[in-house]
């Protein structure tokens, strides 16, 4: 009995062996890019699905954020996977979407996330708070990049690119698909009193006080035209600024496929206002509520339990909402979603 275990486990060695070496990881790595011709340095987080076994996933070390271990500078996949390209929300970062990273990678997408200079976290700059082309720009800007990237370029499928933003995000990737804003018809509503509560925002309290509103309008007088045919997929989550679209013309040239995911309890970018008017601009757009008492920041990563007791809105939910449950659901949405488009 004994000698037939040893030969069973002889026998199936080799096959233990080559799953281990075809299981998936999650790669990742850091690539600093600088738009000279803007002078905005586009710091992009990439991940990237890995059968790299020389070292196992690991955690990082004093990460505010719940998220799946990585193998940083992984191997890079072995043949051409479509891309998707993710834009944080106001006031956030690169990292702030991992879960939806995360989520994307297991399915077979190479994701990069960017730093939008001047609206993150850690580089408030109250100008890039209020012109938000600039975002779109960038996208676009790393989209070249990579695919001109000595490695990268090399496995990502340039006919296979998707994009999908979170709030400010959201209006980044429609603009991209071909949204033109009114400034003039953002800018009177900024001014009633439902427009002041939406410009009113945690990650920048006094914005508005903070720039003049001619440097705004003569800002977007430079915007340039910011669709990028190059994306054939869009996903928007709490898409933010939908008060800047009136007319069902300003969407006329998104002939992409696009979802737009809302939050029912949402009060920075209420659905009213936001993700249900966008989705009744654009005839063609799939559109789900994420119902109950499902706030904006659901749609950031998980937080460490030492994170969330410091009561920050950021991090924590209404008792009856389970972020990990939202992120799930999302998550499997914009996975489908870009995987029948793209794949």
Not at 162 to 191: Q, Y
Not at 257 to 275: F, R
Request: charged share 20%; aromatic share 10%.
């Amino acid at each position: 009995m004994q000698r037939k275990h040893i030969f069973l486990i002889l026998l199936l060695l080799p096959f233990a062996t080559s799953v281990r070496a075809q299981q998936k990881f999650i790669g990742e790595q850091n690539l600093r890019f600088k738009d000279t011709t803007r002078n905005r340095p586009l710091t992009t987080e990439v991940w990237y699905p890995t059968t790299d076994n020389s070292r196992q996933p690991a955690a990082k070390k004093g990460y505010p954020f719940v998220t799946d271990p990585t193998i940083w500078s992984a191997k890079l996949p072995e043949k051409k996977l479509p891309l998707i390209m993710i834009s944080h929300g106001t006031g956030g970062g690169r990292m702030t979407l991992e879960w939806l990273a995360d989520t994307l990678v297991k399915q077979g997408f190479i994701v990069a996330a960017v730093d939008h200079w001047g609206n993150t976290y850690d580089n408030k700059i109250a100008i890039d708070f209020v012109t938000p082309w600039h975002r779109a720009q960038d996208i676009s800007f790393v989209i070249t990049q990579l695919l001109n990237h000595p490695e990268f370029g090399k496995v990502i499928d340039q006919d296979r690119i998707g994009a999908a933003g979170f709030s400010i995000g959201g209006f980044t990737v429609i603009a991209l698909a071909g949204g033109k804003l009114d400034i003039k018809a953002l800018d009177d509503f900024s001014k009633t009193p439902e427009g002041v509560q939406e410009t009113t925002i945690p990650e920048f309290p006094n914005l508005m006080s903070s720039v003049k509103e001619e440097d705004i309008l003569a800002s977007f007088a430079k915007s340039p035209p910011l669709k990028d045919n190059r994306i054939k997929a869009f996903f928007a989550i709490c898409p933010a600024i939908g008060q800047g679209f009136t007319k069902a013309s300003q969407l006329k040239d998104v002939k992409s496929p696009i979802y737009i995911v809302g939050a029912q309890s949402d009060s920075i970018t209420p659905v009213k206002t936001n993700a249900a008017h966008y989705h009744s601009l654009i005839p063609q757009s799939k559109y789900f509520m994420v119902k109950g008492k499902v706030g904006h920041y659901v749609f950031l990563n998980e937080a460490t339990p030492i994170v969330k007791q410091s009561g920050e809105v950021l991090f924590n939910d209404d008792p009856s909402v389970d972020r990990h449950a939202v992120h799930q659901a999302v998550g499997g949405m914009a996975a489908k979603f870009f995987t029948e488009i793209l794949k």
